[in-house]
């Protein structure tokens, strides 16, 4: 029977990391290199803990499935860094950035942990600005710092709008440091297929090299796992084509559980889709509703106007018009809820009408405002290569004409389940970044995620993995000739084999990622509903069993083979969706990115139900696919009380 | 890996560096060649006592020659080990199917056809005006008829050659191929010691244009204007102790 | 919405040491507001639906930052739009231009070899930065963020050159396959701040010392780099790198390692 413990030190919260810190074990340094860690993942997280890793003196051996490190997908985020450095004196401090990260979360995370996050943001920066980030200044030569995503502080660095690129590109750097004095040895166009377990510890990883189609095992003292997230299982997202759930998902097989699957994050301002052949949804950052204005025709009619024809009586600022006191900065899931409402009701602006239910998914987003306000040129220095980026797309000048955009997937808050020392449930396999659970709750606030995963790789997972080392010790040894590492690697092999001889091969892997998608999309998107969501578990199924039989992969399993490790991944994301609208449907409630039909209020508002469901879903693969096991860790808030959220 | 330490001229940028130096020192030296030649247009006197006024400098003639050919030798070695490596790497301006050029003109692109090129104009140029009165002595220049050296006489020396109409073209097409490897080579240079500064970038293309045409034009203009019967041949004679053979 | 058919001649080839052709394909119902992308995947579905074996191109975050993907089309690095990566490259623009053939290459040069079909092999990119594309600073043992004020302008200067994505389009276009710009770009960033001048010395040593190393070219100054470079970084990167290259070499009272 698997144990939830979080780890989580008592005491007052400020204090907690410290004396948890204190009361650690810690290898000493001599000792380091005695041991072998693999980090899969080399975004934000696996990036800056491999480099750190390194820089302590262990024995990594990092690995992505990129042709260079650089180029996770980590880098495509846009916007900013929170940290609580306070450096514009308006009130924010560490408690406060806790305290919003916790609400932001709707009340679905665990106290201690984002205290922890809250606490190590202003190291971060400070790691940044020292590696060469070139985050944006004043003319004083001080850092700029700019508010967003509704925050009431203005806490957030950027560089541009390549915030995410700088700060990858700076953990890259110190990876690069880390290989150059051969702590860290890279393996690049490698992909995890599975997990080494080993009495009960998770000792390695079976990869294939992309290039040469080669099955190989690796073998370690501790994993982790800074994979990402598997916002692909909607085929549309914002997410990179490569991001997959793979190796969080062979993790999940062999015992680490996966924690409220069901949290998803829609991202308001993403460009529409213009078609079916479309391959991903691109955001754009939501530093752009400071400015904009969103709003759509009042009457249906319009909706294929000219927008400049439209008066303004014609025009519904519904964001400004429904939450007067946030208007258009309301939180990322009521932006994007409310512009499905206006265009399930009609009012969408899409040039086409979607394929699926024939409405127009687009709503506008306005700058005729703030450019008349602030002219041009302050617009152009605000968010000139956003602007720059959507005329790109659309082909359509957003200076002369009002931006279409529409929700998509962009973060999920999802992923493995890990304690206070982000450990998986399976010891020696730890998670960090986006593959894990942990500190976002039900909602991630806007410019978290790169603080998240930086906060893990350079400060949290280099010291929990001192701590785990420090407890094991000696841990039993275990060669490449070991009948546990032959079978993995077999196993490995044999899968690799199926998915290339499927009995009935005809169709192309993404045939099925689409429908995938639109099952997902349509039942566990933006809002969901009991009686949708039993209908996506009767149909995911089937898609499943219809994928391993008619999915076409042409080529063979060894050498360079795309398709193949397209197959592969639908393969996991499949199996991921069915877990997701397992664990949506057993949590009738409404909080943050997860929006049960049946759990709103009067006015359309989210209902939280704190006395059933303040725990975190914790699923236990069972070997059966429909019926996994459930597991609940409690939350309890002695600092945050769950109020309820209202931006009116 | 080596052990060796690193050195300047054995890196791409440092015989990019020698090359921009070396060619430094040679466009001054044209530079200077060519405020000779223009004294062709003040009178044949004039050309001629600069001519002898040379002469007199001794081992500082030697010392400036021994400079120019030591910049032309490290030019050509660095140029030479460059085009090498980069045909080594793969390179070449028209590798894809239908290579569109973006940036680059055809004087940058002919480097290394037009520095070949110079390099016979030179050696031309140097058996003719330089080492001419040895290779021909008093003899026909060039085999051409009426046309021999008067030792004493540089002016007509060169004006007599300038009414050869196909003399006067190989040095016309001479310096124009001078004007066009200038023409990048002087902006590349600004470019490789990295004289660059966002508010003068502007004037080093002008520079380079304007420098480049000047010479190319100054040069061009002696055998034109002795074609179009400007610099007529001098009856006076001369007598320049230091010209003497 | 315009759809047109294309004829493609795409390079085939199946790895590094196999010989590549010109693959004809016919790609029907293009959209003009497809990705060039989004084309070949179309493609491809159709060709592994009849059974053939797709085209091996590398992408992934498909929106301009990654710096994955990248092919030559119609003789242009990343196709003929400018400051745009191939997977930002609409059919729209290549509607305009009237192609309806268009030639799809690998990024040629011999410091990136081939892996297959358009896909090669740029991590000499990488070893450049092994070499020195860093600070020197430990994790936890930076200063307060705030300690140096930096100049909005050096700051705003060492950001355009950080923006360089690693793509490979400056040594696919320049007729010398040099990584001059990528390298300065690397160089550019980290040489500027004041954080990073501790280094500045023998970062440039090292790192010029690997770009040949890696067999790259050397700069000519034809600004083809420039023009293809999708981030637009300027070629006044590269005069700077050499400046601060023959400045350390001449000056730096300690010798770095050759590099081969």
Known sequence: MIELKSREPAGPIEKRWTEHKAN???????????????????????????????????????????????????????????????????????????????????????????????????????????????????YGGLLANRSFGGAQVSRTFYARGQTGQQLLLGAYASLNRQIEAGTVTMFPRQEMLDLI?????????????????????HLADVVILATGGYGNVFYLSTNAKGSNVTAAWRAHRHGALFANPCYTQIHPTCIPRSGEYQSKLT???????????????????????????????????????????????????????????????????????????????????????????????TIRERYGNLFEMYERITGVNPYQKPMKIYPATHYTMGGLW???????????????????????????????????????????????????????????????????????????????????????????????????????????????????????????????????????????????????????????????????CIDALTREESCGGHFREEHQTGDGEAKRNDEEFSYVSAWEYTGDMAAPALHKEDLTFEYVKPTMRSYK | MSTRALTLTQTTIGKKALMAVSGVVMVLFVIGHLSGNLKAFQSPRAFNE??????????????????????????????????????????????????????????????????????????????????????????????????????????????????????????????????????????????????????YNGLRRDLAVGLSLLLALGFISIPVATLLGGLPPTTETFYFPELKH | METRTLTLHVWRQNGPTGTGSFKTYEAKDVNEHM?????????????????????????????????????????????????????????????????????????????????????????????????????????????????????????????????????????????NASASLFTSAKVGHLGTLPQGVPEREIRVRNMVAQMDAEGFGSCTNHGECEAACPKGISVDWIARMNREFVRAMVTAKDDVDARD
């Open chain 2, 50 to 199: 600069y001519a002898a006024f040379l002469r007199t400098l001794g081992p500082l003639l030697w010392v400036a020659r021994a400079a120019i050919l030591v910049s032309f030798l490290v030019h050509v070695k660095a140029a030479m080990d460059l085009w090498q490596r980069n045909k080594q790497a793969g390179a070449g301006a028209s590798r894809y199917h239908g290579q569109k050029k973006q940036k680059t003109d055809w004087a940058a692109l002919s480097m290394y056809l037009s520095g070949p090129g110079l390099l016979f104009y030179i050696l031309f140029h140097l058996a003719h005006l330089t080492f001419g009165y040895y290779l021909f002595g008093e003899g026909n220049v060039f085999g051409v008829e009426g046309y021999a050296f008067d030792e004493m006489n540089p002016y007509n020396n060169m004006v007599l050659g300038f009414q050869v109409w196909w003399i006067s073209a190989l040095y016309i097409v001479g310096v124009a191929g001078l004007g066009l490897h200038l023409f990048h080579g002087l902006w590349s240079m600004f470019q490789t010691v990295g004289a660059n500064h966002p508010k």
């Open chain 3, 35 to 175: 990705s060039f992308l989004e084309m070949l995947d179309d493609l491809n579905e159709k060709l592994i639906s009849r059974g053939e074996e797709e085209i091996t191109f590398d992408h992934d975050c498909r929106e301009g930052i990654c710096g994955a993907c990248g092919m030559v089309v119609n003789g242009y690095a990343h196709g003929p739009r400018e400051r745009t990566t191939t997977c930002q490259l609409h059919m729209r623009e290549v509607f305009k231009l009237g192609w309806t053939e268009v030639w799809i290459e690998p990024w040629r040069a011999k410091a990136f070899p081939l892996v297959k079909d358009l896909m090669v092999d740029r991590s000499a990119f990488d070893r450049i930065q092994h070499a020195g594309g860093y600070i020197s600073v430990r994790t936890g043992s930076a200063r307060d963020a705030n300690e140096t004020p930096i100049q909005k302008q050096i700051a705003d200067s060492a950001m355009d050159a950080a923006t360089c994505i690693g793509c490979g389009a400056c040594v696919a276009s320049c007729p």
């Open chain 1, 418 to 580: 890990v304690d206070y020392n982000l450990q998986t449930t399976i010891p020696g396999l730890f998670a960090g970044g986006e593959a894990n659970f942990s500190d976002h709750g039900a909602n991630r606030l806007g410019a978290s995620a790169l603080m998240q995963g930086l906060a893990d790789g350079y400060f949290v997972l280099p010291f929990t993995i001192g701590n785990y080392l420090g407890e094991v010790r000696n841990l039993e040894p275990l060669d490449e000739d070991d009948a546990v590492v032959r079978d993995a690697v077999r196993t490995v092999e044999e899968r690799l084999t199926r998915l290339v001889d499927a009995p009935d091969a005809k169709t192309p892997p993404e045939v099925f990622h689409r429908e995938l998608g639109n099952i997902i999309w349509s039942k566990c998107g933006m809002s969901r509903s009991g009686e949708g969501l039993r209908e996506a578990l009767e149909e995911i199924p089937k898609l499943r069993e219809r994928f391993h039989r008619e999915v076409r992969v042409m080529g063979s399993p060894g050498g360079m083979n795309q398709n193949l490790e397209r197959a592969g991944r639908v393969a996991d994301l499949i199996e991921l969706g069915e877990l997701m």
């Open chain 1, 283 to 377: 955001l754009m950052s939501e530093s752009l509703r400071n400015d904009g204005r969103v709003w759509v025709p009042r009457n249906a009619e319009d909706a294929t106007k000219d927008p400049s024809s439209i008066p303004e009586s014609d025009r519904y600022y519904y964001l400004e018009e429904r939450y007067p006191a946030f208007g258009n900065l309301v939180p990322r899931d009521v932006a994007s809820r409310n512009a499905m409402y206006v265009c399930n009701d009609g009012h969408g602006v899409a040039d086409a009408p979607d394929s699926a239910d024939g409405k127009r998914r687009a709503v506008y987003l306005d700058f005729a405002d703030a450019i008349g306000r602030l002219g041009e040129s």
């Open chain 1, 24 to 138: 650690s074990k810690l290898v000493a340094p001599h000792n380091r290199r005695r041991y072998q860690v693999i980090v899969v993942g080399t975004g934000l997280a696996g990036g800056a803990a491999a480099a750190t890793l390194g820089e302590l003196g262990y024995n990594v051996k990092a690995f992505c499935f990129q042709d260079s490190p650089r180029r996770a997908h980590s880098i495509a985020a846009q916007g900013g860094i929170n940290a609580a450095k306070n450096y514009q004196n308006d009130g924010d401090s560490v408690y406060r950035l806790f305290y919003d990260t916790v609400k932001g979360g709707d009340f679905r995370a665990r106290e201690s942990n984002v205290y922890r996050l809250a606490e190590l943001s202003i190291g971060i920066i400070d790691q940044a600005v020292a590696q060469g980030v070139p985050f944006a200044r004043e």
């Open chain 1, 197 to 217: 377990v080993y009495e009960g510890k998770a000792r390695g990883i079976v990869t294939r090299n992309l290039v040469t189609g080669r099955i190989e095992s």
